[in-house]
């Protein structure tokens, strides 16, 4: 720490206390630059927001920054990674100071971070400003397992919250949730906990460095590989499973439609637990079956007279089974899925692999991104630390960042770039040109990779591309193009995506409430994510989705929504904002 970063957090820490405390919003936002952002996480309203420019800040606050009720500000010194510091905003040349701080606020103890640039006068004002509830006042978070057997149910001897999906997700909820002393069951259909990784295909790898993909409480170990195998992290799953202690029933699925009864507001769930009913009556349900739900393969005319064999990247087995061993192979999609089954089938003896694109697919090199994440998640760092900087840089901010810097980005991958287009492979940069913006996934629901070796088998016409085409016809041993050309097949693999998680549950939870849900996953126009760890749409019911870091940071404002509203803080009626302080 500087002592010149010291003295610029501390001056304007002092005028955003005096504002905040005054409930002066002319004075709080004047301390922002015009470009400036406000991230709220539950303090100003029971929402999560992300405000770009003084004017939407301003309107956000107008009567609730009083409600707040924000004071006792006080400066981060006692934690080095946390101390006033220089820095530099990602993708620009411009430096300032990042100081972060604590508060209390009407409903509990809050912290926030603020990055600061010169303005065109020579002050100090906020680029980015982020403030969140940490924990609610008497119910603080524990720092250890809570080891009491009946910590799982309510003195009615239901869970207060039913958690659907025992994987990376559903898992760090609980943990999140038992240490906040809210009564959790996962339910799992499979036989294992980590099934939904362990019967994925073999060569299955994380694309993200450990740091980004580690759990909630329990990083992986220091010689844990930087790219996690997909069987090692089903293992670890069930270890995560066990060791935090958490309430899990593995071969247990929902039967029928769950139905809410919005007043008391309960659900009535019914389970089949190894072949056992039993009944719920859980006040909220959670869905964390991940972002996309049943495989998604498109009606393709003449289907039934191909002789070979059709699947989808969902059912592959992987190309060690000796299957695919001479055999010609066409992958059809052109996503994460389908070049790690075509550098396997590559690898495992497949006599030709020719992959089916019919549009541009954003690609970007493992290194690049693996450097982006070591930067922000630094094994030297502690991980909830990480996670609460990385996370106080709105994802809209980094998003326009990224599109003004594209070039740059563009020339990193020259090498990479120029494999593909000797192979025929067609790629672009994202949606406006914000390709490298590691949430773009949430945009597009895939249409990306990180390549890994892919591209060097490409170039190589190891995998060979037909690009912008798509099917027309199967024929008895092949597929016809829409350019009317014919390629033979004895497999044909559909890595074709995912039906959306929203639609996925049309079947479990019904038409009527399917119709009053938002939407699920993506981002919304303010670049948060939609319908997930916030009011859906409907009383009761919540979603879970994203990557490893966004399921551990997000568990907590989730946890904070449904701890408030046991403790009778909030109320809910089902229309956006769900959640509404109590009178």
């Known amino acids: 720490m500087t002592a010149d970063a010291h003295t610029v957090a501390t001056a304007w820490l002092s005028y955003c206390s005096s504002s905040l405390c005054n409930g002066d919003i002319d004075a709080f936002t004047s301390l922002f630059l015009s470009t400036g952002w406000l991230r709220d996480l539950l303090v100003f309203s029971w929402d999560i927001r992300s405000l770009e420019g003084r004017h939407k800040i301003s309107t956000y606050l107008s009567g609730t920054i009083s409600a707040a009720q924000v004071t006792d500000i006080r400066l981060v010194t006692d934690i080095a990674e946390l101390a006033p510091r220089t820095f530099a905003i990602p993708h620009t040349r411009a430096t300032g100071v990042e100081l972060t701080f604590r508060f209390a606020c009407r409903n509990g103890r809050g912290r926030g971070n603020a990055r600061l640039l010169r303005d065109i006068d020579g002050a100090y004002r906020a680029i980015t400003v982020l403030t969140e509830l940490a924990d609610l006042h008497g119910h603080e978070e524990a720092r250890v397992p809570l080891r009491e057997s009946s910590s799982a149910f309510t003195a009615t001897g239901d869970p207060y919250v039913l958690i659907v999906g025992a994987a990376q997700t559903g898992l760090q909820l609980a943990a999140r949730f038992k240490r906040m002393q809210i009564s959790a069951v996962v339910i799992e259909r499979n036989a294992r906990i980590g099934d939904v990784w362990r019967n994925r295909y073999p060569s299955l790898t994380l694309h993200t460095i450990k740091g980004h993909h580690s759990f909630l409480y329990e990083p992986f170990p220091a010689d844990w590989p930087e790219f996690t195998p997909g069987d090692k992290l089903a293992d670890w799953l069930e270890h995560y499973a066990y060791t ?18 919005r007043d008391p507001g309960i659900w009535e769930v019914t389970v089949i637990r190894d072949g056992t009913e039993v009944k719920l009556r859980p006040t909220h349900l959670v869905l964390a079956t991940g972002p996309l739900g049943r495989p998604q393969i498109p009606a393709i005319p003449k289907m039934e007279t191909f002789s070979g064999r059709i699947l989808h990247t969902e059912q ?3 190309g060690s089974c000796g299957s695919y061993v001479g055999k010609r192979v066409v992958v059809v999609g052109a996503g994460g899925s389908s070049i790690d089954v075509c550098e396997d089938l590559v690898l495992h003896g497949a006599h030709s692999v020719t992959m089916i694109q019919r549009s541009p697919t954003s690609v970007l ?6 450097d982006m994440l070591r930067a922000g998640f630094p094994e030297s760092v502690p991980l909830e630390i990480a996670d609460f900087r990385w996370s106080s840089f709105p994802p809209g901010l ?4 990224m599109a003004a810097d594209q070039q740059v980005a563009l020339d990193a991958q020259t090498e990479l770039h120029e494999k593909l287009r000797k192979g025929g492979f067609k790629f672009d940069i994202g949606p406006e040109g914000h390709w490298l913006h590691l949430l773009v996934k949430l945009a597009r629901n895939g249409g990306y990779w990180i390549d890994k070796g892919g591209a060097d088998m490409i170039a190589d016409g190891r995998i060979a591309v037909r690009s912008g085409v798509s099917l027309q016809r199967f024929t008895k041993r092949g597929l016809v193009l829409d350019d009317g050309t014919h390629t033979q097949a004895d497999v044909v693999i559909f890595a074709t995506g995912y039906v959306t998680m929203r639609e996925s549950n049309r079947e479990l939870l019904g038409d009527e409430v399917v119709s009053q849900i938002d939407e699920v996953y993506g981002l919304d126009e303010e670049g948060e994510l939609d319908g997930s760890y916030r009011p859906c749409g409907y009383p009761g019911l919540w979603f879970a989705t994203g990557d490893f870091f966004v399921s551990r940071f997000m568990s907590k404002p989730l946890a904070l929504q449904l701890k408030a509203t046991q403790l009778g803080l909030l109320r809910h009626d089902g229309h956006r904002p769900i959640i509404t302080p109590a009178s």
């Not at 958490?246 to 439609?257: H, P």
């Not at 090199?365 to 693996?370: A, F, I, N």
């Not at 980094?398 to 960042?401: A, N, P, S, T």
Request: net charge neutral.
């Open 244 to 261: 935090q202690e958490l309430d899990v029933w593995t071969s247990t699925v929902i039967q029928g439609q769950p139905f809410y009864q």
């Open 316 to 318: 592959y087995s992987g």
């Open 365 to 370: 090199s493992r290194d690049y991104v693996s």
């Open 398 to 401: 980094l998003r326009k960042l």
